[in-house]
């Protein structure tokens, strides 16, 4: 039973510190999505990839927030410096044509 | 982006009620899928369906594209159904624009 999983499934770091979140997409899958859920903002698209290329991170702030996909197996989500408004639930999602599978999500907690 | 809106935006419903949820969007859409997030935080892929109507068991939806709406029914709700339930439009490029979402509570 093939699954998106994402490590590790809860983070709780200080404020200034770095946090890298990772995704193992669905084999054969071409697309990778990050999301952000929060009770305020919803689910937001911060970031995604087709073949591994980025094709649009206009949801993501730029100044602290970098994701890439280093290979078809890996996509990364880091957050340099961290804040406590990135307190959040980040969701991995792949998916091929025209469906999304999501993963358990990171629970990420900033103090 | 596309704006998309859900309702009702919460529903409570006895155990083996129906019960019809309505998502609205903006713009004319290629993709869209239901999701529903259970109590545990997991979304789960409910239905593809960018157009027509589909069935899978207890659940159907129907998307008239050229209305903009997409319609989601549950049938003799269980408790299990709880949760909160997504639509996500999409258009070009297999990017989704998720609603915020009807919460659904099934009480027995």
């Known amino acids: 039973d093939a699954r998106v999983t994402q490590t590790p499934r809860d983070k709780v770091t200080e404020m200034g510190q770095e946090v890298t979140m990772r995704c193992q997409p669905i084999?054969?899958?071409?697309?990778v999505f990050w999301y952000r859920q929060t009770m305020m903002q919803g689910l937001e698209l911060l970031a995604y990839?087709?073949?591994?290329?980025?094709?649009?991170d206009s949801g993501m702030p730029k100044d602290r927030f970098s994701a890439e996909m280093p290979d078809a197996t890996l996509a990364t989500l880091k957050i340099q410096p961290s804040e406590p408004r990135d307190s959040a639930v980040y969701f991995c999602a792949s998916g091929l044509q025209d469906t999304q599978y999501f993963g358990p999500g990171t629970r990420l907690t900033v103090l | 982006g596309i704006q998309v809106e859900q309702s009702p935006p919460d529903l409570i419903l006895q155990e083996g009620a129906n019960s019809t949820l309505r998502c609205n969007f903006s713009?004319?859409?290629?993709?869209l899928q239901w999701f529903h997030q259970n109590p545990w935080g997991q979304l789960i892929n409910l239905f593809y369906i960018p157009s027509g109507t589909k069935q899978n068991g207890r659940l159907s939806a129907t998307t008239v594209a050229t209305e903009r709406y997409s319609l989601l029914y549950i049938s003799s709700s269980q408790t299990t159904d709880s949760g909160v339930y997504f639509c996500a439009p999409g258009g070009n490029g297999n990017q989704f624009y998720f609603g915020t979402g009807t919460s659904l509570t099934v009480i027995p």
């Open positions: 990839f087709r073949n591994r290329a980025p094709l649009d």
């Open positions: 713009d004319s859409v290629n993709n």
């Open positions: 084999l054969g899958h071409n697309t």
